[in-house]
């Protein structure tokens, strides 16, 4: 339900239950983790890790503008990608939405008017570039891949800053998601998992200009579904989502 509905119901009603309908099996075709970046450097770890990737993604952001500008910065990184956003006209929606189903580019950069009613099927990897408003606009972006059988990997960026809205889609019934491993990710392109009881060595910091002359790999392994637990070393690259 958007925030204001949530707000609503808040003030005006005393210890309401709250009914979920969900798939009584689980989605193992599916992995979803949470990548934690610093705000200034969202667009350049999207942007090599996007590269890097052999199969069809989207990037949902939450406006118009922030659709425009992000999808002009990853172009200029060198990733192919097109934007739909509300402001497009038609043709040029139909135009967009073609070279995309068509694979001609890899990438689209959209607002969420692509999470829902399109016909797309060969999605591997959806980013939340940034968060929606809901947990079940959440549901709905994610919703684009993993479809029709196939294997589907998502990735919610979350920033220092993002962390009172996503508190609060936690409290509204989004997931708690799994934390993936940024250096493995850049370094060796395996989606693998942080694991949140181990002990964490103290890392030299990474100059900027460093992580930006980053140059991925290609790199094909095998991994599990979601069922798995988040300490579990087991990989399954972006690159490779994408074999």
Request: charged share 35%; with cysteine.
């Amino acid at each position: 339900m958007p925030t204001w509905v949530m707000k609503m119901i808040e003030r005006h009603l005393d210890e309401p239950v709250r009914v979920n309908v969900q798939r009584e099996e689980d989605d193992d075709s599916l992995e979803h983790g949470v990548l934690r970046v610093e705000r200034g450097a969202k667009a350049r770890t999207l942007a090599m890790l996007l590269r890097r990737l052999d199969g069809s993604a989207i990037v949902f952001g939450r406006t118009k503008e922030g659709v425009r500008n992000l999808n002009r910065e990853l172009r200029r990184a060198g990733v192919g990608c097109v934007e739909l956003q509300g402001d497009l006209p038609q043709p040029v929606r139909d135009r967009t939405m073609d070279s995309f189903r068509e694979q001609r580019v890899k990438v689209l950069v959209a607002t969420n008017v692509a999470a829902r009613g399109l016909d797309i099927t060969h999605v591997d990897l959806v980013v939340n570039f940034e968060l929606p408003d809901s947990p079940e606009w959440l549901t709905h972006r994610i919703g684009r891949t993993a479809r029709m059988g196939r294997r589907g990997w998502a990735m919610t960026m979350i920033s220092p800053e993002d962390g009172l809205r996503w508190r609060r889609l936690r409290r509204q019934g989004a997931p708690d998601l799994p934390e993936l491993d940024l250096d493995h990710l850049l370094e060796e392109g395996g989606w693998r998992y942080v694991d949140p009881e181990a002990e964490a060595e103290p890392a030299a910091p990474r100059p900027a200009d460093e992580l930006a002359s980053l140059r991925p790999r290609r790199r094909r392994s095998r991994g599990k579904g979601r069922g798995r637990s988040r300490s579990d070393a087991g990989t399954e690259p972006v690159a490779a989502a994408t074999a």
